[in-house]
Every structure is written in structure tokens, then in C-alpha cells.
């Protein structure tokens, strides 16, 4: 069965500090991974997405994540953290081996942003 | 192009009322969820419709009955609620195919409490 592990329930870093969210997760056959992000009070956007080729993946607002098949990471970071960046942040897989119909779910990693 | 929304937005409930939460999509998506969201839990799924005319039950489905009403439009009904079922409720939807990733679109959520 797939599962998807997110290190730290929350992250603080200061305005203009490098942002780096942690995802493992664990598939018998390749995945389709996802980040999301929710704002207070808000549903869940999708930010960026891997799922064949490039591993080094480009999303909204600057973010990216790379997919590291070696180490069933797919960590999320962004350059420079700004104030509007304060959020909470799913990592997710496609269960593939239900014919992608199910997606999981990490707990979320809450992230501060300090001015 | 709404997207999907849901209604009602908040909603307080007594042990043993029933509700029906509704979600409808304008997206001409095949496949619905609904997700419950919990502190430090991230979202779990209750059930899913695949495509119109059929549903499955997720990770949490015991408390709860769904209706795939049509294409647009995906219902979730608790039919005695108790205090457990104190949540935010998430419908979602996405276009999936075989061997296609499944990117999922949310609705703004329903926060309901369960006295």
C-alpha cells in the first residue's frame, strides 16, 4: 500500500529564508506525486505535480520539488519565503495501483512565515 | 466557471440529526470525493464515485452514505451524526484516466459540529 510521511507538522523561517517542506512516501510502482497548498479557511490548490520525466519540477509561486527515486523523496523549497507563503502544505500520492482513483494524503506541514 | 462548491458552509448539528452535505462540479469531471479533514491528520477519504453511476468506500467510510446524483453532482449524507464526525468536510473532483495523473480540484469546504 502507498503511504506519504511529512517530516515536521510545522516549519518556521524567516521573510527572504530559503523554505524547504519535507515528503517520503513509499509505492510499489512508480507514483504520481503531488503538493498542495490551503490557505486559512480556504480548499486545496495544487502547487506542482511529478509525474514521468523531468524530476526537477517548476510550480506556482516559485516553488519546485524534485523527485528522488533513490531516496522516495519529493521535498518541496522555494528560494525565498514571503509573508503570503504562510500556509499549510500536502504532500500527496496517486494510488496508481487503484487506477489513480485514490489519492493519499500526508498530515501537512504548517508553515510560518517571519517578517 | 464556479469549479465545485459545496453547501452549506458551517453547519452545527445534535448526536443523532442527520444532513446531507452537497457538492457539485461544472468541470465535466468523471470522478468525486469527499474528505474529511482533522488536525494533524491531513484528509482522509470517506468515499469516491469513479465515474457517474458507481461509488466505493475510502479509508472512513463507516457513519456515512453517498449519492452520485448525476455527472455534476455528488452528496454526502449523515444519517445519525455523533461527536467523531466533528470535522471540515472536502468534496473534490478530477478527470482520471488510466495511466493519467489525478490532479484533484477542491471546494471550499463545509465545517460541521456535532454537539
Known amino acids: 500500500a502507498q503511504s506519504v510521511t511529512q517530516l515536521g507538522s510545522h516549519v518556521s523561517v524567516s521573510e527572504g529564508a530559503l523554505v524547504l517542506l519535507r515528503c517520503n512516501y513509499s509505492s510499489s510502482v512508480p507514483p504520481y506525486l503531488f503538493w498542495y497548498v490551503q490557505y486559512p479557511n480556504q480548499g486545496l490548490q495544487l502547487l506542482l505535480k511529478y509525474t514521468t520525466g523531468a524530476t526537477l519540477v517548476k510550480g506556482i509561486n516559485g516553488f519546485e520539488a524534485e523527485f528522488k527515486k533513490s531516496e522516495t523523496s519529493f521535498h518541496l523549497t522555494k528560494p525565498s519565503a514571503h509573508m503570503s507563503d504562510a500556509a499549510e502544505y500536502f504532500c500527496a500520492v496517486s494510488d496508481r495501483e487503484t487506477g489513480g482513483f485514490k489519492t493519499i494524503f500526508g498530515a501537512g506541514t504548517r508553515l510560518f512565515v517571519k517578517a | 466557471n464556479a469549479g465545485v462548491t459545496q453547501t452549506p458552509k458551517f453547519q452545527v448539528l445534535k448526536t443523532g440529526q442527520s444532513m446531507t452535505l452537497q457538492c457539485a462540479q461544472d468541470m465535466n469531471h468523471n470522478s468525486m470525493y469527499w474528505y474529511r479533514q482533522d488536525p494533524g491528520m491531513g484528509l482522509r477519504l470517506i468515499y469516491y464515485s469513479a465515474s457517474e453511476g458507481t461509488t466505493d468506500k475510502g479509508e472512513v467510510p463507516n457513519g456515512y452514505n453517498v449519492s452520485r446524483l448525476n455527472k455534476r453532482e455528488f452528496s454526502l449524507r449523515l444519517e445519525s451524526a455523533a461527536p467523531s464526525q466533528t470535522s471540515v468536510y472536502f468534496c473534490?473532483?478530477?478527470?482520471?484516466?488510466?495511466?493519467?495523473?489525478?490532479?484533484?480540484?477542491f471546494g471550499p469546504g463545509t465545517r460541521l459540529t456535532v454537539l
Open positions: 473534490a473532483s478530477s478527470e482520471v484516466q488510466r495511466a493519467r495523473f489525478n490532479e484533484q480540484f
